[in-house]
C-alpha cells in the first residue's frame, strides 16, 4: 500500500520550499526559484510521484522542472518515470555505476515480490550527470549540488546559500545516518561529509528522514561516530573480533544515542542495522590504524 502524500514545511523554512512527505518513509523537497522548480528525489514509485506534482499544481508546460537524484537508494529515485521525458533528470557521475549494478534491479524484484506497489517500478537514470560539484542558479536562488559520499557513493545535499538552508538528504538522519559498508574509507567519507556541511554554518539543516531541520543533529552525527571511534579504540585484539559486539553493554545503539519511545519497532530495528555497520566500519578502521602503526618506519636518506 502506498503511504499517503502530505505537503510540509519546518519553522522559519522559506515559503519557496515545499517538503513532500510520503508517510514515514522518506522526504522529497520541492524548491521554487525565478527560472524554474526543482524536484529533489522522486519518492519511491512514480504513483508517490504524480501524486506529489498535483498537490504542489506543478505544471512543467507553465514552468520549468529539473529534477534532482540524490543518490540511487529505492526510496528516493524509483519514481523517475512519472517525470522521465518531461524534465531533465540530474545526479552525480557515480549513480551510473549503481545504476547499472545488478544488486539495483534484484533490490526492485524483491520488493515487488513483496508489495504489488513496486511492480510497476521502471528503473529510470539521470540525463545529465556530473562529477565534484554543480550549480544551478534560479535567479532568486541557487541551488550548489554537493557531491556529500560516505552514506552511499554518488550522494548528493544541495546547499541554498542566498537561505543558508542545507538539504542534506540522507548524508544527516536522525537518530544516526548510516554508511555504506563496513568499510574504513566508508566510514571516513562519511565523517568527511558531515564536516562539510557542518562547516556551511547553516540556519537549517533538512535530512530525508527524522523530520527535523535543526543543525544540531550534524553535530549529533558527528558526536555518535566520535563516541564510536573512541569506545572501539580503548577495546581489546579478542573484543574486536567478537560477532556480538554490538549486542554488549556500552556498544549497543541506545548506549550512543537516545531512543524516542514512541519509534516503531521495525524503524528501530532499522536504525540498529544501520548502526551494526556503523560499529563495523569503526572496527575495521580501527585495525587498520593498529596494523599501521605497527609497521616497523623506515628512515629516510638524504
Known amino acids: 500500500m502506498n503511504p499517503t502524500i502530505e505537503l510540509h514545511s519546518h519553522p522559519g523554512l522559506d515559503e519557496r520550499i515545499v517538503i513532500v512527505r510520503a508517510g514515514d518513509e522518506v522526504d522529497a523537497v520541492f524548491v521554487r526559484t525565478e527560472r524554474f522548480n526543482v524536484l529533489i528525489d522522486t519518492l519511491g514509485t512514480p504513483e508517490l510521484c504524480r501524486r506529489a506534482l498535483d498537490l504542489l499544481e506543478e505544471k512543467p508546460a507553465a514552468h520549468p522542472l529539473i529534477v534532482v537524484n540524490s ?6 529515485f524509483w519514481g523517475n518515470a512519472a517525470i522521465a521525458g518531461r524534465a531533465p533528470i540530474i545526479a552525480h557521475a557515480a549513480a551510473l555505476d549503481r545504476l547499472r549494478d545488478p544488486a539495483t534491479q534484484q533490490v526492485l524484484t524483491d520488493k515487488a515480490g513483496e508489495e504489488s506497489r513496486f511492480r510497476a517500478v521502471q528503473l529510470i537514470g539521470p540525463d545529465i550527470t556530473f562529477s565534484g560539484s554543480m550549480v544551478l542558479n534560479g535567479g532568486d536562488l541557487t541551488l550548489e549540488l554537493i557531491h556529500t559520499p560516505g552514506h552511499t557513493p554518488d ?45 556551511l554554518d547553516a540556519r537549517l539543516v533538512i ?25 572501539v579504540g580503548s577495546m581489546s585484539e579478542g573484543q574486536l573480533t567478537d560477532p556480538q559486539l554490538g549486542s554488549e553493554s556500552g556498544f ?10 514512541d519509534m516503531p519497532s521495525d524503524t528501530l530495528a532499522f536504525y540498529r542495522n544501520c548502526h551494526e555497520t556503523n560499529l563495523g566500519a569503526t572496527v575495521q578502521a580501527h585495525i587498520e590504524k593498529r596494523k599501521s602503526a605497527s609497521l616497523p618506519h623506515r628512515e629516510t636518506r638524504t
Open 252 to 261: 549497543r545503539l541506545e548506549d550512543f544515542v537516545a531512543i524516542p519511545d
Open 71 to 76: 543518490h540511487m537508494d529505492w526510496d528516493h
Open 155 to 199: 550522494h548528493l545535499a544541495v546547499w541554498i546559500p542566498e537561505l543558508r538552508i542545507c538539504l542534506a538528504v540522507d548524508a544527516v538522519e536522525y537518530p544516526i545516518p548510516e554508511v555504506w559498508s563496513r568499510s574504513a574509507d566508508d566510514l571516513r567519507l562519511i565523517r568527511s561529509s558531515l564536516e562539510r556541511i557542518r562547516n
Open 207 to 231: 535530512p530525508a528522514h527524522g523530520r527535523t531541520s535543526s543543525p544540531s543533529t550534524v553535530d549529533k552525527n558527528l558526536a555518535y561516530f566520535e563516541t564510536l571511534a573512541d569506545r
